[in-house]
């Protein structure tokens, strides 16, 4: 009130200035004119106190409006320490260009599907794992959507199981942030061998699932891929692709910043209203950060999905997409196990991806493939917008759009043998690896995360490097025999149920079509 009172004198400089005006009017002593000046006298000092009293209410409004602005800011205060935790150790800032960050490619490829000899192959996944866990000295942490390593027994899935759990006598810290509350394995990574499970309920949240699968070790070596820790994925079943990085500090940090999101959203049931600046990071689409990856500079940056789960400075997946088949020039090549342009729970267009494809062919004359998966939960509508996209590119010159799909035998165990798991975009120019389908509904509810890299703009010479790799990836599988082309105006039959359905021909389909 202090501080009030002296504000009131501060705003009314006036009420000094006309006690001396009064004492002008009050000095000469004219008896006709000093009743009526006595009068007037009274009245105006009447009005000055009217005015003073005016004056004092108005201040103590004021004085209300300011207190009121201090208890909203106290309270705001208090919303974001407590909507956001605050997570321990400082976080080193970035040290940009002295990184010396270098990337491999990791692939797990099924059993029976063989490539003709000259084709690029890379290192195999779970030794990719196996090496990041080698490096390992502080801390790994692991964010899958499913945990299925011990399952069937495999030896690759329980080898990796047994140095996950041998992690704590080495000293090193397992942490796991998981959507899903069931696992029997995080039970007995939890309860037997240290680890640190944390838990978020995506149901609660977003009414969507947790689809982010990556590793940060250390904050300095990191894998982001298709795969999941599922013991398929690390053996000869289902064929995955995605990228082991290591020594590259600054992109860690900012991958171990989603982890740390979702660390934090432990055992909430809202979206909290503020973000802990920590968890803002360095690089993205606007500032992409320029790194040395194999000796070569490139631009890069970590993206995020959903839109409810992006901090200050993060790109989305979405707007991650969305930039690199903008800056490609000829050609984009899509992988990817669903493209559907709906947002099949509320029946409308999606149109966010399909525009910028339809943009790029008919405008900018970019060649584009795209590769999807021919399985049980293909929607048949699928078919239709990408003939749609095709009959764009009637009678125009130098417009190509082809599609293909691929990588569905039927088996008489496991359906999902030998499926095209691969989620990723090359063009002439980027690539971006990510964790979600090409389907509306990803996007918007799902937790995700994303990986680009491009080259700048203006280096015309360059060596081989992740982007040229990709591309001989993505022709690898684009010209093997296990591609089909969609045809026109002929939905293919992906699943065995599809089949029963239109005819009764007991005989299961050899390929997908
Ligand atoms: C980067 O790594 C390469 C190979 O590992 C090494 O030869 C080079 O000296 C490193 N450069 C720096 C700046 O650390
Ligand atoms: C997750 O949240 C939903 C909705 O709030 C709730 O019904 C469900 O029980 C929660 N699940 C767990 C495992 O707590
Ligand atoms: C098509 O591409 C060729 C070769 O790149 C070029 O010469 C031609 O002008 C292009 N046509 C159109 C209509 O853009
Ligand atoms: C290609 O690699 C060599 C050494 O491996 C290096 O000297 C050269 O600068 C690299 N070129 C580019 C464009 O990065
Ligand atoms: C980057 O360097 C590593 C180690 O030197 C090598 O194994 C890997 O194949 C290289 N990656 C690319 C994309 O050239």
């Not at 970035?94 to 010396?100: R, T, W």
């Not at 006598?169 to 069931?182: A, Y």
């Not at 090549?333 to 943009?359: A, C, H, K, N, V």
Request: charged letters at 20%; aromatic letters at 10%; one cysteine or more.
């Amino acid at each position: 009130s202090v501080t009030c009172l002296g504000q009131s004198a501060l705003t009314s400089p006036h009420s000094g200035l006309s006690q001396m005006e009064m004492t002008r009017f009050t000095s000469p002593a004219v008896p006709a004119s000093s009743i009526i000046t006595a009068v007037q006298q009274q009245d105006y000092s009447a009005s000055v106190w009217l005015r003073r009293k005016e004056k004092l209410e108005h201040s103590q409004q004021k004085c209300i409006v300011i207190f009121a602005l201090v208890c909203c800011f106290a309270v705001l205060m208090a919303l974001i320490f407590s909507a956001v935790d605050i997570w321990g150790e400082d976080e080193e800032t970035e040290e940009e260009c002295s990184s010396n960050c270098s990337i491999v490619l990791v692939e797990n490829i099924p059993a029976d599907m063989w490539f003709s000899d000259d084709s690029a192959f890379h290192l195999p996944l779970s030794t990719g794992l196996n090496s990041l866990l080698d490096k390992a000295r502080v801390d790994v942490e692991i964010v899958s959507p499913v945990w299925l390593l011990n399952s069937i027994g495999l030896f690759q899935g329980r080898a990796l199981l047994s140095r996950l759990q041998g992690l704590k006598d080495k000293g090193i810290q397992l942490k796991i942030s998981t959507g899903d509350f069931d696992s029997a394995e995080l039970k007995t990574l939890a309860d037997n061998h240290d680890a640190e499970v944390h838990e978020v309920n995506m149901t609660a949240l977003t009414k969507g699932f947790l689809k982010s699968s990556f590793w940060v070790v250390d904050r300095k070596h990191f894998y982001i891929g298709s795969a999941s820790m599922d013991w398929r994925s690390l053996t000869t079943v289902m064929k995955e692709l995605g990228v082991v990085v290591y020594d590259c500090k600054p992109l860690a940090l900012d991958l171990h910043k989603i982890f740390s999101l979702y660390w934090g959203l432990q055992h909430k049931t809202f979206i909290p209203t503020f973000w802990s600046k920590r968890l803002f990071p360095f690089f993205s689409k606007e500032k992409p950060g320029s790194l040395l990856v194999n000796q070569t500079k490139v631009e890069t940056y970590i993206s995020s999905s959903p839109h409810v789960f992006i901090t200050k400075d993060r790109s989305s997946d979405l707007e991650a997409i969305s930039a690199v088949i903008q800056q490609a020039r000829h050609f984009i090549y899509i992988s990817t196990i669903d493209y559907l342009p709906l947002l099949l729970d509320m029946q409308r267009y999606w149109s966010r991806i399909d525009g910028l494809l339809r943009e790029a062919l008919i405008l900018r004359k970019v060649h584009i493939r795209l590769l999807i998966s021919c399985w049980e939960e293909t929607h048949p509508l699928t078919f239709n917008f990408i003939w749609s996209l095709k009959s764009l590119c009637m009678e125009q010159a130098n417009c190509s759009l082809e599609a293909v799909s691929k990588f569905f035998k039927v088996q008489r165990d496991n359906d999902l043998s030998g499926m095209n798991h691969n989620r990723f975009m090359v063009t002439d120019r980027a690539v971006y690896i990510g964790n979600l389908d090409w389907v509306g509904k990803e996007f918007n509810y799902n937790a995700g995360a994303g990986l680009v890299i491009s080259h700048p703009e203006n280096v015309a010479e360059r060596n081989s490097t992740v982007v040229e790799q990709l591309q001989a990836v993505f022709k690898r599988d684009w010209f093997s025999r296990y591609a089909n082309t969609i045809q026109t105006n002929k939905i293919p039959v992906c699943s065995k149920q599809q089949i029963n359905k239109s005819d009764n021909n007991v005989a299961l389909p050899r390929q997908c079509f």
